[in-house]
């Protein structure tokens, strides 16, 4: 029997955990105390893991499908064989160009599939590799490019020296947290009202983040409007802070012509904010010193994502508040990503653009919303064959329908997951994983936004079931089946050829080694490497808190400077201005996105202890229940251009009037039964992929700000939606259950 630390992998929080194994079997799973950046904390998600590692729905075996969509547990040399055979049969028919790889947010926390599931897509040198950042952070990749010369230079709030926290379109205490990794963020943000500060958070809903501070309600998507708005008042009011502009950034006069047309009563029409309370939070915010405004889910998930983000940062800046104490500030990883991605020509926006929908690239992939029409549309680089990694693509990514009936037109659709999902009833295999415990690795994306520096790695703690392979090791087989070895790396082709495969943290090790904590192969005494920090049970700390006072050092632009002027953010301001209403006659309400505590994105609702006896709710407000004859716990439709799906009514002040609030995921059909049980309906059969409603700059998706109508569901005579009721896979034999 043995306690060992680990970290938790579900979310962005990256929490240090203990767990206690017997004999390679899971005992218990507490908080670790001793984690520098989490400090004791832990969500009921992590320490329910085991749930997840024991639940009788996982796939444990290769699954393959039969012709009447039931599936056989069949052994991996015959999946992995025929697997092989397939592809090299598409890559004769079309070429390599045709196959695609998608990554999904767990691989966020699996470093080997992620390294791995890169280097593939370098290898085919095809342009369908999708992840799942490109539904909600190509935003942040872009302005960190254009802004910092960088796409992974994301900055992220210093909460602990904050006096004026402007929270746009998140609501950490129940996310954790997102674009950064800061440990107890509930707590850290009641210091800043402790201390005699403000944290003011903009949303449509009085969040469980809301409630706790002061609440500036908002309709959805109008974010843009507000910080435009927040950024005409700040420079015609002459609030900036000339001496960091001037030693530190171009392009300040960019910004009063992108501000010109700005009119403050529209963005307070726009927004349903008062023309005074935009003033005011502009004044309030530059005078507070310590100050920052972040953004996240909401503000990233609208139509004007990318310019959204950009006016955040922009507020940062001119008031100062970027790379210093209280402000914002870029991290400091063990892992020199930057240098990585850079080296291998992986760092860049707009490269090139994507076939079917003009898109442009960020960082050397497509927007996953526009994956059907890759699929559907004919012609040279059609999507025919693709390998999914830990992602549930077609209940997350907008327009379901659609996307389900794309994926059951390919040639060949691989996924691994360790559940039959809605997206995976459609593969032609289905490829068990190990999962968190069972596998090695780091946190290699909470390196990117760590609020107190660490660095750990561990091994494998628990007994992974039989059949079940690392998702790296699956990818690296696929890929020796037609000749390529998973690597960007010049030369890689060759030493596959030479039959000379790595394992990915041997790639990984020497670039922590060498890296700015790293051993120098021994040269550093205290330095850190792999095999130092498998010993060492826990995290270890690596600063007490983020760097300040880096730039312009830390800039990876030209010029040495922050870059401002650029014409995407020119292009995307007009195209605000000549934005019409985004309501319409039949669909008068605005429909947002609602994250639970025990949710994690799609997955999670199989775990009977973390679904409880939640349902799908849709949140309304008095007034517009009462004209609609809506009342608690009443089932409704709500139903938007594109589609349409029942939830049960929660009639709430909550929400702003005007707008609805619903859970994204839903009315589950695959082969995971509890989640099934759950019912609902799938949000995400209401939302577009039009790629004019998308995000054009950086290609994400648009959940927020959706026109919808909600309606009484016996006032409904049509037939019910499908996703309810249907659940269309049978498992033949044993696998699976
Ligand atoms: N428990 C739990 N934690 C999670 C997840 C989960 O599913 N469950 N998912 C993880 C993932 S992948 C991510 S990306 C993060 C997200 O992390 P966050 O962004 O912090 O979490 P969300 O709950 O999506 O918060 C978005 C907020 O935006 C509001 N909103 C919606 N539309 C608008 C708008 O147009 N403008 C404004 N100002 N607000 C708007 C919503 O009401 C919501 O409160 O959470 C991560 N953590
Ligand atoms: N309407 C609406 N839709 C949204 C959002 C929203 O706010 N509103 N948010 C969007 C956001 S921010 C995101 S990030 C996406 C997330 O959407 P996805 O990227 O699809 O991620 P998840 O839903 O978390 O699905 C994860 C899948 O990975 C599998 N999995 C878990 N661990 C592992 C593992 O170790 N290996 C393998 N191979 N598989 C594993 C799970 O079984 C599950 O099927 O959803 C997006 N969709
Ligand atoms: S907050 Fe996130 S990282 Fe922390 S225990 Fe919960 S799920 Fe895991
Ligand atoms: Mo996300």
């Known amino acids: 029997m043995g306690d060992h630390k680990f970290w938790c992998g579900v979310c962005e929080a990256s929490c240090g955990l203990e767990a206690t194994v017997e004999h390679g079997k899971l005992l218990e799973i507490r908080p670790d105390p001793t984690h520098p950046n989490s400090t004791g904390f832990a969500c009921v998600k992590g320490i329910r893991w085991g749930d997840v590692l024991t639940d009788p729905d996982r796939v444990v075996e290769p699954l393959q499908r039969q012709s009447d969509g039931s599936f056989v547990p069949v052994s991996w040399e015959t999946a992995l064989d025929d697997i092989g055979r397939r592809l090299r049969e598409v890559i004769r028919r079309h070429d390599r160009t045709s196959v695609g790889v998608a990554i999904g947010n767990p691989s966020g926390w699996n470093y080997g599939a992620f390294l791995v599931a890169f280097g593939m897509a370098a290898a085919l040198r095809t342009k369908h590799f999708y992840t799942a950042g490109s539904v909600d952070i190509n935003n942040y990749w872009v302005v960190g490019h254009t802004l910092y010369g960088h796409n992974l230079m994301t900055p992220f709030p210093d909460f602990d020296r904050q006096e004026f926290t402007l929270i746009l379109g998140a609501n950490p205490v129940v996310s954790h947290g997102s674009m950064m990794t800061v440990g107890r963020v509930r707590e850290r943000l009641l210091g800043v009202t402790k201390r005699g500060g403000r944290v003011v958070v903009v949303d449509p809903r009085r969040t469980e983040t809301a409630k706790l501070f002061e609440h500036v309600p908002i309709r959805p998507d109008t974010d843009a409007w507000l910080l435009a708005g927040m950024l005409r008042v700040i420079l015609d009011e002459d609030r900036v802070d000339s001496g960091y502009l001037a030693s530190l950034v171009n392009g300040v006069d960019f910004l009063r012509t992108l501000v010109a047309d700005i009119d403050l009563d529209r963005a307070a029409a726009e927004t349903g904010i008062v023309r005074e309370t935009i003033e005011t939070l502009a004044r309030d915010f530059a005078a507070a010193g310590r100050a920052c405004v972040y953004g996240r889910c909401g503000t990233s998930t609208g139509g004007f994502s990318t310019l959204t983000k950009y006016l955040i940062d922009v507020l940062n800046i001119v008031t100062g508040n970027l790379d210093r104490p209280g ?85 060949l659709f691989v996924s691994l997951d360790p559940y039959l999902t809605e997206t995976n009833r459609h593969a032609h295999y289905v490829l068990p994983p190990k999962l968190l415990l069972e596998r090695e690795g780091f946190p290699l994306f909470g390196q990117l936004h760590y609020g107190v520096p660490n660095a750990q790695w561990t091994d494998e703690l628990v007994t992974p079931p039989p059949g079940a392979r690392d998702d790296w090791w699956i990818l690296d087989q696929i890929c020796k089946r037609i000749g390529l070895l998973p690597s960007p790396a010049p030369g890689a082709q060759l030493m596959g050829k030479l039959g000379l495969r790595l394992p990915p943290w041997v790639g990984v090790d020497v670039f922590m080694r060498l890296g700015p904590d790293g051993d120098l192969f021994g040269l550093r005494r205290r330095g850190i490497s792999r095999k130092k920090l498998l010993r060492h049970n826990g995290a270890i700390q690596l600063a007490d808190s983020a760097p300040t006072g880096m730039l312009p050092k830390r800039l990876r632009t030209r010029s040495k400077r922050i870059e401002l002027a650029h014409d995407v953010y020119a292009r995307e301001m007009q195209r605000l201005i000549a934005r019409t209403a985004i309501v319409d006659e039949e669909h008068p309400l605005l429909l947002f996105t609602i994250r639970e505590n025990r949710s994690q994105n799609s ?42 799906i029942t939830a049960t009514a929660a009639v709430t002040d909550e929400v702003m009037p005007g707008t609805v609030g619903l859970p994204p995921h839903f009315g589950h059909h695959g082969g995971w039964r509890t989640a099934n049980g759950a019912g609902g309906g799938r949000y995400n059969d209401l939302v577009p992929n039009d790629p004019e409603l998308m995000d054009v700059a950086s290609g994400n998706a648009r959940f927020n700000g959706i026109a919808v109508q909600a309606t009484p569901v016996t006032l409904v005579t049509e037939p019910q939606p499908q996703a309810s009721a249907e659940v269309g896979v049978q498992v033949a034999g044993s696998a699976g259950r």
């Open 327 to 411: 402000g914002t500030t870029f991290s400091r990883p063990m892992l020199d990503a930057e240098l990585f991605t850079r080296l291998f020509k992986i760092d860049g926006y707009d490269r090139w653009r994507t076939r079917v929908d003009n898109f442009p690239e960020v960082l050397g992939t497509s927007p996953l919303a526009t994956m059907p029409r890759e699929i559907t549309t004919p012609g040279p680089g059609q999507l025919r064959a693709l390998v999914t990694v830990a992602t549930n693509l077609a209940t997350t990514s907008p327009n379901s329908p659609e996307m389900e009936r794309a994926l059951a037109d390919l040639d």
């Open 603 to 644: 997955w999670l609702h199989n775990v009977p202890a973390l679904l409880g006896d939640r349902v799908c709710v849709l949140r309304i407000h008095p007034d517009d229940a009462a004209a609609r004859g809506i009342s608690t716990g009443a089932e409704v439709a709500i139903s938007s251009r594109w589609g349409r």
